[in-house]
């Protein structure tokens, strides 16, 4: 079948309104010959379409599988899907279709039977006709993130940044953000290349297989000003070489791993307030994420004495609130990128070390830390001007859905266990008209079951081979269809509901027949004399129903975690509480120093009494230390020392110069040979 196929002739071409027009005055006894050719009609046309009485044209032999409705419904199902992380795969819209298509008893292709799905070719006509439905690469969120973004812990941070812009008079200029990120001396992401057709595999050269991380510090305001970089290297001492080349103002340190700390934390805040320059008429406030090394006592001590107000993000928010996450690093790793790979082609063989990384950085970060971009930051989540209408209804509905499902396993009663309620018949038959939105209908707001109502199908079939995908039907009073579908409910029958729906339908005014005896069927046969009452009418069935949102997995643990949200951390009761923990921690520091010295100190050997045993414990002779003032490190300076003969310390000799050097202080990578920095250039 061709995809994109271009109509050659203008067969069918004409207007439905005037076709409309055409047979209505037909029908009042106008001649077919003279109203065809009044309005520019064929004879056998106008004379077919009277006959028939549809305006539509139909040229050819295929006919859609789907109506229009359904189709929107098919568009509407895959749009809600994707606004709650459930996005479908090709395959997985593809078996949908398939079993819409034969749940309700449409006539579709037979190769549909054969692979279980439909095809590519109709795949390709539904996108053609849908155009704002494409596949997309999704970004990988944690479940941490989708129950995180709720409206209850947002709406906390807004009430918090309103209260201290008010208190304490913030404008643009005062209102800072700060944030980490990581990069690594290798590609991560390498960009597209021109290659060969069809060949297999497209490489890149890179620095190394896994390279080094070193941490960026960065900072902006609302007004579209920066602070220099702050960067964190994995290494043990620091190097005044590792910054040259850097952006103008940048600090770093080091750390055994490359991430912050509690420390490393207190230094940056040091940094940070000799720049801002806060005073007690104009206090900084300072927005940041909940990581563990921000409510480090001594940097929030500090930070009260100098007049910083500190207000944490709510949890699990910052890819979408922070205004560094939002808007700056993302240009910034995407430039550092390119600054690597044109480092790479520009060396060839050579190895990106610690040494060549604020190089690297300083015209990324010189591009991406623009005024534009800290502007647009902080306006995009509503923080500056404060808005805390930024984000609508859709941005919440992930952690909606996860709350509903996650109060399903809540209560003594199971989620499969129904009760019949009974409702009154509607006296308008809307079930060809689709829902503006499947998921607006299924999911209440509260935090009730979002998968609660099972709706009833219009045909039943012959073939039971789709029961995993329908939802569970039981057994009860009423006499229901063995295929998965249900009859209509006239006036006094009964449909099936979940055991979570009473609340609802207590809110719409239905009543509940209780004390209703609830057996869940256990035979999988489908058995096809089973008919519904004649008084009720089949109903349509939902892809909701064909494949609903998948129900997560209950914890394998009942441990429950202290839940963070977004507090003043410079507040009083919040420092308090940090200091409180601060010195709990201290002490339990010291007795453990305490205990490893008593372990290490030698018991005294009393000689009157020892004298008549045959064993006696050696005393621990004191380490021969030994330094060799004539072995001096090229980068630190510091002398070679042995301790028992071994060196305290991994020293590394540099096969050209043949100078002698600390591991720590060097670039070595582990790999055989190794050539310090200044033979290398």
């Known amino acids: 079948m061709v995809n994109k196929y271009k109509k050659k002739t203008k067969q069918g071409t004409w207007d439905e309104n005037a076709m409309q027009t055409a047979i209505n005055l037909c029908k009042a006894g106008e001649s077919i010959k003279s109203t065809a050719k009044k309005y520019g009609l064929a004879y056998a046309t106008l004379y077919r379409h009277v006959k028939t009485g549809t305006v539509a044209s139909k040229l050819g032999r295929f006919r859609p599988v789907f109506t229009e409705d359904q189709e929107i419904e098919l568009v509407t199902y895959l749009k809600d899907m994707d606004s709650v992380f459930f996005g479908l795969t090709r395959d997985e819209f593809k078996n949908l279709a398939f079993i819409y298509a034969k749940k309700n008893n449409l006539n579709y292709p037979n190769n549909w039977d054969k692979y279980e799905k439909a095809g590519d070719d109709w795949l390709s006509s539904f996108l053609s006709r849908h155009n704002q439905i494409s596949l997309r690469t999704p970004e990988a969120t944690s479940v941490a993130r989708a129950k995180g973004f709720n409206r209850h812990e947002v709406g906390r941070f807004y009430e918090n940044l309103e209260a201290l812009t008010v208190k304490y008079d913030i404008d643009a200029s005062r209102l800072y953000n700060m944030d980490e990120t990581g990069i690594s001396t290798t590609t991560n992401k390498p960009p597209k290349v021109l290659s060969t057709k069809g060949k297999k595999q497209v490489g890149i050269i890179a620095s190394a297989e896994r390279g080094q991380l070193t941490t960026v510090i960065g900072c902006c305001n609302a007004a579209g000003s920066f602070l220099p970089p702050f960067l964190i290297f994995a290494r043990k001492k620091m190097q005044p070489r590792l910054l040259d080349g850097a952006p103008p103002g940048t600090q770093g340190t080091c750390t055994p791993n490359g991430w912050t700390s509690g420390e490393v934390f207190l230094d940056w805040m040091h940094f940070f307030v000799e720049h801002v320059r806060p005073t007690p008429e104009k206090k900084i406030l300072l927005l940041l994420d909940n990581h563990e090394s921000h409510k480090y006592y001594p940097a929030l001590d500090y930070a009260s004495k100098n007049n910083v107000v500190i207000l944490s993000l709510a949890p699990h928010t910052t890819h979408k609130m922070q205004?560094?996450?939002?808007?700056?690093?993302?240009?910034?790793?995407?430039?550092?990128?390119r600054e690597i790979n044109f480092f790479q082609k520009s060396h060839p063989g050579r190895i990106i070390n610690q040494y060549d990384v604020a190089r690297l950085l300083s015209p990324a970060f010189l591009k991406s830390a623009v005024a534009q971009n800290a502007v647009h930051g902080f306006e995009r989540p509503g923080i500056w001007p404060v808005n805390k209408y930024a984000f609508g209804d859709e941005d919440y509905e992930p952690a909606a859905v996860f709350a509903g499902m996650s109060n399903m396993n809540i209560g003594t009663k199971s989620t499969n266990s129904l009760e019949t309620i009974d409702i009154p018949r509607p006296s308008v038959d809307t079930s060809s008209t689709p829902?503006?939105?499947?998921?607006?209908?299924?999911?209440?707001?509260?935090?009730?079951?979002?998968?609660?109502?099972?709706?009833?199908?219009?045909?039943?079939?012959?073939?039971c081979e789709f029961q995993d995908f329908v939802a569970p039907i039981v057994n009860t009073r009423e006499k229901f269809r063995s295929d998965g579908c249900t009859p209509e409910p006239e006036p006094g029958c009964s449909r099936i509901v979940s055991a979570l729906e009473p609340d609802i339908a207590a809110q719409r005014g239905d009543t509940v027949v209780p004390d209703i005896e609830v057996n869940t069927r256990q035979n999988t046969s489908c058995d096809n004399t089973s008919d519904p009452k004649p008084e009720c009418s089949a109903s349509h069935c939902s892809p909701l129903v064909l494949r609903p949102i998948p129900n997560p997995a209950k914890p394998m643990t009942t441990r429950k975690r202290k839940l963070q949200k977004s507090e003043?951390?410079?507040?009083?009761?919040?420092?308090?509480?940090?200091?409180?923990?601060?010195?709990?921690?201290?002490?339990?520091?010291?007795?453990?120093?305490?205990?490893?010295?008593?372990?290490?100190?030698?018991?005294?050997?009393?000689?009157?009494?020892?004298?008549?045993?045959?064993t006696t414990k050696k005393v621990k002779q004191p380490k021969k230390i030994k330094e060799f003032k004539d072995i001096l490190c090229f980068f630190c300076g510091e002398i070679y020392i042995e301790e028992d003969g071994k060196p305290i310390e991994n020293w590394i000799q540099c096969d050209i110069c043949q100078q002698w050097c600390h591991e720590d202080c060097s670039a070595f990578d582990g790999a055989l040979g190794y050539t310090c920095d200044n033979c290398q250039s």
């Open 323 to 337: 205004p560094m996450d939002v808007a700056v690093y993302g240009p910034l790793k995407t430039y550092f990128e």
């Open 435 to 463: 829902s503006p939105s499947l998921l607006q209908e299924q999911i209440p707001s509260s935090s009730v079951d979002p998968l609660s109502e099972i709706f009833p199908s219009r045909n039943r079939t012959s073939s």
């Open 568 to 614: 003043i951390l410079t507040s009083t009761p919040i420092k308090e509480d940090q200091k409180h923990k601060y010195e709990k921690n201290k002490v339990k520091n010291i007795n453990k120093r305490l205990n490893d010295k008593s372990k290490n100190v030698p018991k005294k050997i009393n000689t009157k009494t020892d004298k008549d045993k045959k």
